[in-house]
């Protein structure tokens, strides 16, 4: 087993705390990916786990044992860094040979691991090369091959793909949940990608300000979000927000339309209805709100248009044929079961299945 | 017609416009004295009377100059007891300088401050260092340990080292400066990579941080070659009463063109010792960069 626990996990520089006390179970195996804005506390995060900084209180367990403790050599994870981090004067081969140094494996055994390793990550040409005759996703995967080299219990990712651009992230992407599924180690994956984390990830792990604001699968994260941080930061683009209090049939709208949601909260509270661009039906039966065309961004195979409201700018998508005329007034409505309700002060989700 | 040129055009226009004064002073104050002292070193000439043709004359009097070969020696002295050294220590410092924090900015102005002081006032404050008891302070701390005097200055050993020592001194504060930029250049993650890889700390010295260093390296120690091939002015302030120290034990190639030149008037003669220091500098510099820089 090579699950890892944190527990009430704080990191501070100074008087500034930067964690507040962070609680994650992951699984063995499991792919989790933190997410959130710049800041959120996510690489300090990944650097407590690896050892590179030290908590201020909490624990640390991997593989069921205390690594409070322990230099990060001493942990066995492994680490991909933003930049890479590999050398630049020495050869592919040096490179990834550069995990194993410290093992003590005989010579003839790590030279196979390397073998294995380079053929798995397609690289067995390249073995010979400098770091400046490689691509930037080649670089890429001589980092995760230092990294694979060791068999670490944990795999830490920081931001790896964020210096490439955006074709190869999308393969890189791929090729990592795919060395995933082959190789079948945890990993813990920092992004500020909301696209990478839902596509990468068995569970996303959402922070902001140094605390974890919800952690499940990103259907979960998607569907079910706890709050509106949440909400807004999951799906692209964002969640539309429509203020309203709650009335006995539903939520009131400030235009004095009801939207039909049955929610369990005292009547008169302000809450905020949130509703995905894509789940707007334009001009369908029971609209709640009306707006005007302002912009349209075409994106081929649908449309995304901006109405001006009276509850402020809304999103929606529309189809790619025949998106609707710029100043076209639409009504829109959405279905029941694809609406949320947030607490229009705490953010928190009034309305979870 | 400045108007019809394009872009391109105009800039080249104003950089040579730019370019045109330090081109024209470099002529003037650099190339053509250059030139000269070529042309002189085979020619005699006393500064005053006529320039008489020589031939190879000059060169083959300094061939056969027993105190030029031992000029020439001593010279080299000086860079190979003096590069290593400073090169050694100016590295050391940088490496333990840049891991501290506390006076960081204070140790730093301490290494620096002997760089900017003139040679000459340094000169004579280590020269006083080494005088015998009652005066020299490294004499009069011996002395109050009991142990016996070192003659410094008048020693045909010693002399020599004893001169190095403030020079090395001097230039440490520039290379400190010049290795720490260095050392910062290295991003922080190779260092965090190799940490949790668990190499040592002499493994991550020898394979990352000093073959990341390659081109300060190369740059400190071509720089501070070129400095003590061509020391001077330590040399002639601690030795003035007997410039070039006991049997000329310290005098270096260019405190022997300044005797040759302006107290024996041997313009010719001492053209060609400057011809010859110029070809032993670009010599030792073209080596050391073939050698240094990455194949």
Known sequence: MAGLDLRNLVKAYGRTEVLHGISLHVDDGEFVVLVGPSGCGKSTTLRLIAGLDEPTSGDIEIADRNVNRLEPKDRNVAMVFQNYAIYPHMTVRKNIGFGLRTSRLPKREKEKRLEE??????????????????????????????????????????????????????????????????????????????????????????????????????????????????????????????????????????????????????EGRPVEVGVRPDDFILDGPDPFIEGTVVVREPLGHETLVYLETPAGELTAKAGGRTPPELGQRLALGADTASIHVFDASTGESVRRR | MYRNLTIQQKKIVWAWAFLALPVIFYLVIRFYPTANAMLISFQSWNLLGDRTWAGIENYARLWNDPVFWQVFRNTFVYLIIGTPVSLVLAFVIAYHLDKLAFMHGFLRVLYFLPFMTTAVAMAWVWRWFYQPIPIGFFNNTLGSFGLPQIEFLRSTTLALPAILAPAVWAGLGFQVIIFMAGLRAIPRSYYEAARIDGVSDWTVLWEITLPLLRPTIVFIVVFSSIGFLRIFDHVFNMTTGDPGGPLNSTKPLVLMIYQTAFADFNMGYAAAQTVVLFLVLLGVSLLQLRILQDR
């Open chain 1, 117 to 266: 390793v380079a053929a798995i990550l397609e690289m067995t040409d390249l073995l010979e090369r400098k770091p400046a005759q490689l691509s930037g996703g080649q670089r890429q995967r001589v980092a995760i091959g230092r990294a694979m080299v060791r068999d670490p219990d944990v795999f830490l990712f920081d931001e790896p793909l964020s210096n490439l651009d955006a074709q190869l992230r999308t393969l890189m992407r791929l090729e990592i949940k795919k060395l995933h599924q082959r190789v079948g180690n945890t990993i813990i994956f920092v992004t500020h990608d909301q696209v990478e984390a839902m596509t990468m990830a068995d569970r996303i792990v959402i922070m902001n300000d140094g605390n974890i604001l919800q952690a499940g699968t990103p259907s979960d994260v998607y569907y079910n979000p706890a709050n509106r941080f949440v909400a807004q930061f999951i799906g692209a683009p964002s969640m539309n927000m429509l203020p309203g209090l709650v009335a006995p049939d539903g939520v009131r709208l400030r235009n004095g339309s009801t939207v039909d949601v049955r929610i369990d909260a005292r």
